[in-house]
């Protein structure tokens, strides 16, 4: 596997709006269980984010929308191309994530990366309230007040107060899927990577979400999402990109 790292344009260092840059990046797979098939699932997808904008990958299923956001969270490491995220807290002001080192990777998700999955990584024994509080402690908030701001945001998801002191091993799937988002948007990370948060969720509180991505995005946050219907895509979205599967996607 080659990764190429070329260092960001001075545009993207300049432009102290702009959050997020992706050049040219390409993902395959390789399917060593399976003759050594490749897919490719992503080709050359290029994306500058700005802050203040939600950008909605749209697209059939398999174009490789979550393989996108996976990229650049530092998930899955890009086959080619480049990608840089501003961290105002390094000394560099950025992480080219194609090419870092993992303890890299780690420091610029606690400074400057959220990201909302589908699922809740259930964590065990870890009751919601401090899984939801956990994010701002680790970025040094007081426990007191952490505690009290992952009330309100559990509050406002309607996650009902009694479940607060439980593990959410055993919450229906919309109930772990608000205390995903809780967890995700609670630290007011500059760059927010949300992967259809709202998929089993009902319409009033895929609403709520809604509201709450909007106001990050205001305070400035820079968002890229995917989301499965189009009236959360039409009230979030401030800019589209839209992927459609590589033609070439199997490759033998
Ligand atoms: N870990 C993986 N290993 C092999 N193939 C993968 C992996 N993740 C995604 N793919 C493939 O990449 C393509 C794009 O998938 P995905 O990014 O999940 O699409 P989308 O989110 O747009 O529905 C699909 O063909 C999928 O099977
Ligand atoms: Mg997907």
């Known amino acids: 596997m080659t990764t190429v790292t070329r260092a960001p344009e001075r545009a993207f260092l300049d432009n102290d709006a702009l959050m997020l840059r992706a ?64 961290d105002d807290s390094r000394a ?34 870890v009751p919601t309230l401090a899984l939801v509080a956990e994010p701002l402690i680790s970025r040094g908030v007081d426990e007191n007040e952490a505690s009290e701001r992952a009330s309100a945001l559990l509050a406002r998801l309607n996650v009902p107060q009694r479940l607060w002191p439980l593990a959410p091993a055993t919450f229906s799937g919309g109930e772990q899927q608000r205390v995903n988002i809780a967890r995700g948007l609670i630290a007011g990370h500059p760059l927010l990577l949300l992967d259809e948060p709202t998929a089993s969720l009902d319409a009033q509180n895929r609403d709520i979400v809604a509201e709450l991505i909007t106001e990050a995005r205001r305070r400035g946050a820079a968002i890229v999402g995917i989301f499965h ?17 590589p033609a070439a996607s199997l490759i033998h």
């Open 229 to 245: 219907d189009e009236a959360t895509r039409e009230s979030v979205a401030t800019r589209r990109l839209e992927l459609s599967a």
């Open 92 to 125: 560099e002001r950025h992480v080219q994530i194609t090419g870092a080192e993992p303890h890299d990777v780690i420091a610029l998700r606690r400074s400057a990366v959220g990201y909302v999955s589908q699922f809740l990584r259930v964590i065990p024994r």
């Open 23 to 86: 050049q040219d990046v390409s993902k395959r797979f390789t399917l060593h269980t399976q003759g050594g098939t490749s897919i490719t699932a992503l080709s050359d997808v290029s994306l500058d984010v700005e802050r203040g904008e939600c950008v909605v990958l749209a697209g059939p299923s398999g174009a490789g929308k979550s393989t996108f956001l996976r990229c650049l969270y530092g998930n899955y490491l890009a086959t080619d191309g480049m990608i840089a995220i501003r």
